[in-house]
């Protein structure tokens, strides 16, 4: 009887603990999202082939820090192909990198933040 009380209580603790850390687990990936956002990343179409991209040479926080006009960003996207090596984007994810660096990580958006 005493050896299958220990044997319960071991599959109690371990279940909690297991379940603990599946809890953890799911919050992790939750707040990856949330990363994103409070970078100045706001969820909406583009958002995951901006990371993709711009973090696979550079930190994110460079890329938001920029505040770079639509035309801009296209000169710089240009300005790492030809120079810095970075593989051409294909032109439907140029078009969702632009457009979303454009709405969300432009210098209008800067100015608004400041004047908010």
Wanted: glycine share 6%; aromatic share 6%; hydrophobic share 40%.
């Amino acid at each position: 009887m005493r050896n299958n009380c220990t044997l319960l209580r071991t599959a109690l603790v371990a279940a909690t603990i297991g379940s603990v850390f599946l809890f953890l687990g799911a919050d992790d990936v939750y707040s990856e999202g949330d990363e994103l956002t409070e970078m100045g990343l706001p969820p909406d179409i583009g958002r995951d082939e901006v990371a993709a991209y711009c973090d696979a040479c550079h930190s994110l926080k460079l890329v938001v820090q920029q505040g770079l006009s639509r035309a801009a960003w296209e000169e710089t996207i240009e300005w790492m192909v030809e120079e810095q090596e970075m593989e051409p984007l294909e032109s439907d994810d140029y078009k969702l990198v632009l457009d979303y660096l454009a709405k969300h990580v432009s210098i209008e958006v800067r100015l608004k933040k400041r004047t908010q």
